[in-house]
Structure formats: C-alpha cells, structure tokens
C-alpha cells in the first residue's frame, strides 16, 4: 500500500490564483482530513468527510473548498489565494469502525508546502 | 473545548539517557490521546495512543507513554534515546463532540534533540 499521497510536495502561488491540492489514500478508509501547519504551531482541521459524498467544516475552513466523489480521492480547493494561507497543507485518512468509533487511527500524508505571495 | 499544551518547545538530550516529552491536556470527558513524530520535510507518523484499559502504553520504535488521569498527563519517553530519534514530536487529543468528525486537537510540538 502507499498509504496516503498528496501532490504537488511544493507550490508557489500568486496573490488571488487558485489551485488544487490532491489527497488520494488506497487503505479504503472511510475517514479523510485536511490540517494545515504553521510555523512553530500544530495541525489544525480545515475540512474533513466521513464518506463519499459528505463533507463538513473543521475548525478553519474561511477560504477552502473540498469534494469527495469518491472514497479513495479528497482534493482540497483554494479558490483565491492570500498570503495567509501559506502553510504546509497534510491529508490524514483513517478507518472509523461503529462499533468502536474511538479506536481509529490517522495516517498522514507527506505533505504539501504552499507559498502565497 | 478541548486543549493539549506541551510545555517544551525543545527538549535535549545525550545519547543513550533517557528522554521524556511533556503533555497535559484539558478535556471534558473521557481522553483519547495520541503521538504523533515528525521527521523533517515528512508527514506525521504515528507513534501512539492511550484509548482505554492500561496507563502505560508502548508504542513504535521503543517509545511508551504513561497516561496520568490525576494530573491530566501523557509523557512521551524512552529509556535509551537515539540520534535518529531527533524529530519533531506532536500529541493530540480526540475531540469527542459530536460534531466534531472525530478530529485531533494538536498541541504546539516539541523538538527532541539527541546529540551523540
């Protein structure tokens, strides 16, 4: 398995330029994430789904879009880039069993580092 | 709401002593906790978890942690500390609110220094 695979590894964007960070996970997990890191500080959840087709907010969506069309792929959309949003951007994905909801683990991706400037 | 705070931003140690990684944290129900490594320009890794049942927990590459209820604690440790063991160290704590989509609270990070 290669587990959880983000590309691009490094972007550099332009004030207002979109873009799309690719997350695609081969574990058949029904969980999938997406953190951003900043300097010196830990991961915090921007978007994450719980299945094809669902999607809901984390805790710092401004500015963020995603889709899950199916349950290996979960792209991350920046529609108009601001220097705030330079960060390194992970994807995690973990497999959520009903039976035991708070067992699960995630597993991250290599990671995506993005410059806004 | 939930929190995880390490209270090092950089731990140093000699080869071979042992080493711990400080985390508290503050939940207002049952914890979940997590160890996450970093290695440089690489993702998280995941080291180990605390669920339930026994306060010490053994995890990858010879690390354990011991899970502290009265003190709101989960140290990292290892009794011999390796070189290739300098990192980048993350806990986390899992948000039990329902809405919440099982996410990870991360504390800050602690760099684990091992110099030979």
């Known amino acids: 398995n290669a587990g959880v695979t983000q590309t691009p590894k490094f972007r550099i964007l332009k004030i207002g330029q979109s873009m799309t960070l690719q997350c695609t996970q081969d574990?058949?997990?029904?969980?999938m994430y997406w953190y951003r890191q900043d300097p010196g500080m830990g991961l915090k959840l921007i978007y994450y789904?719980?299945?094809?087709?669902?999607?809901d907010k984390g805790e710092v969506p401004n500015g963020y879009n995603v889709s899950r069309s199916t349950t290996e792929d979960f792209p991350l959309r920046l529609e108009l880039a601001a220097p705030s949003q330079t960060s390194v951007y992970f994807c995690?994905?973990?497999?959520?069993?009903?039976?035991?909801?708070?067992?699960?683990?995630?597993?991250f991706g290599p990671g995506t580092r993005l410059t806004v400037l | 709401a939930q929190s995880v705070a390490q209270p090092e931003d950089q731990v140093n140690v000699a080869e071979g002593n042992p080493l711990t990684v400080k985390c508290t944290y503050s939940?207002?129900?049952?914890?979940?906790l997590f160890w996450y490594v970093q290695y440089p320009n690489r993702g998280l890794q995941f080291l180990l978890k605390?669920?339930?049942?026994?306060?010490l927990v053994k995890g990858s590459y010879g690390f354990e942690a011991e899970f502290n209820k009265s003190q709101t604690s989960f140290h990292l440790k290892k009794p011999s500390a390796l070189v290739s063991d300098s990192a980048l160290y993350f806990c986390?704590?899992?948000?039990?609110?329902?809405?919440?989509?099982?996410?990870?609270?991360f504390g800050g990070g602690t760099r684990l220094m091992v110099k030979p």
């Open positions: 995690a994905s973990s497999y959520l069993d009903l039976a035991a909801p708070t067992t699960d683990t995630q597993y």
């Open positions: 574990m058949n997990h029904n969980y």
């Open positions: 789904s719980v299945g094809a087709g669902i999607t």
């Open positions: 939940v207002s129900g049952n914890p979940y």
């Open positions: 605390y669920i339930t049942g026994d306060n």
């Open positions: 986390a704590v899992r948000d039990m609110r329902n809405n919440a989509g099982n996410m990870l609270t």
